[in-house]
């Protein structure tokens, strides 16, 4: 009886102490990496976005979607920035992830995610933008083009998960995706796993190109070890394959110009995969094919996205500021 209750106190201590420096992990990671642009309400979930070049009415609206284990911050390292003069830019975390509030407690898909940045757009004047997506961005942005044709003006996807795939899903989202595991790990992950893990990881993601200098401690790394930012990513990716089987039977329904940009590198989201057969589907869709470029074109190969983004423009008949 002694032994099963010093186990017990032990299994608490250990438990209360988890639980605390997950906390401390987290608030160090907010105080680093604040939020840096405003909030939207729709339906009583916030959403975050940062907004940046002209006035509302002066250029087309351009929307940035990141992809999994992101936030705003990878798309405003440069890309933002750099389109910010042409075009009104609103970059949004996506719901869960960075600063915006998730939609329920079981993933948010991407056609729920669709709605309500659609909807946060509108709140901020962009009735009809340009909408790009990165990696798993991409298949948000997919979903509304499909779920929300009359809501946007064209359709960049970068690297974009498009079409159905065969691998597994990887072992840790497997974990964190668990309805009894996935909470118990999470806490866990945050306390004990240090930022240079993710920071490993992103690097993985880039190959075979290095992140550029500066993009690590740009983008906030310990953001994604927050304890529900892991829970609700692993959820999302859990999820995204049954989605995507749904969804994609209807792409030949998106009449709005589609630019395609995807790298031959891409071991994350492959070319043959998703970007070839989802031109083939999509009336009038043009792909740029990168040669030797990995997962993160938008900033392996900025110039590249950009260009598609104007044609993109071009095509719907929207004229960027000069």
């Known amino acids: 009886m002694k032994l099963a209750l010093l186990l017990l106190i032990g299994l608490a201590a250990l438990a209360a102490l988890t639980l605390w420096k997950a906390r401390v992990h987290e608030t160090r ?3 680093a990496w604040p939020p840096r642009g405003q909030f939207v309400t729709v339906d009583g979930h916030r959403v975050h976005a940062v907004v940046m070049g002209p006035e509302v009415g002066e250029a087309p609206d351009l929307v940035l979607l990141h992809g999994a ?3 705003t911050r990878d798309m405003t390292f440069h890309l933002a920035s750099a389109l910010a003069g042409p075009y009104r830019v609103i970059v949004f975390d996506r719901p869960g992830l960075g600063y915006s509030d998730q939609i329920g407690r079981d993933g948010a898909t991407i056609t729920e995610q669709a709605a309500l940045l659609q909807r946060a757009a509108a709140k901020l004047a962009a009735t009809h933008p ?6 798993y961005g991409g298949a948000v942005a997919l979903a509304w083009a499909v779920t929300r044709p009359g809501t946007l003006s064209a359709l ?3 690297a974009g998960a498009a079409k159905p795939w065969d691998s597994p899903l990887p072992p840790l989202y497997r974990v964190l995706s668990h309805p009894v595991l996935g909470p118990v790990a999470a806490p866990i992950i945050t306390a004990f796993v240090p930022d240079s893990y993710v920071e490993n990881a992103v690097s993985e993601i880039f190959a075979p ?19 529900e930012t892991l829970r609700e990513n692993a959820l999302q990716r859990a999820g995204l394959l049954a989605e995507i089987e749904a969804l994609h039977i209807r792409y030949d329904e998106i009449w709005m110009p589609l630019e395609i940009v995807h790298g031959t590198a891409d071991t994350t989201v492959g070319l043959s995969i998703h970007a070839r057969p989802l031109t083939d589907q999509v009336p009038g869709a ?3 094919v990168l040669d030797g470029v990995g997962h993160m074109p938008h900033h392996a190969a900025p110039d590249a996205v950009i260009a598609a983004i104007h044609r993109a423009a071009d095509r719907a008949g929207l004229r960027p500021r000069e």
Do not use: D
């Not at 340009?130 to 990696?135: D, P, Q, T, Y």
């Not at 983008?219 to 070890?225: R, Y």
């Open 29 to 31: 990671a907010e105080a």
């Open 69 to 71: 284990s992101g936030n």
């Open 130 to 135: 340009i909408v790009l997506g990165h990696s």
């Open 156 to 158: 960049v996807s970068v």
């Open 209 to 227: 190109q290095a992140p550029p200098e500066g993009y690590l401690g740009h983008v906030g790394a310990a953001l994604t070890l927050r304890r």
């Open 286 to 288: 043009n792909l740029t």
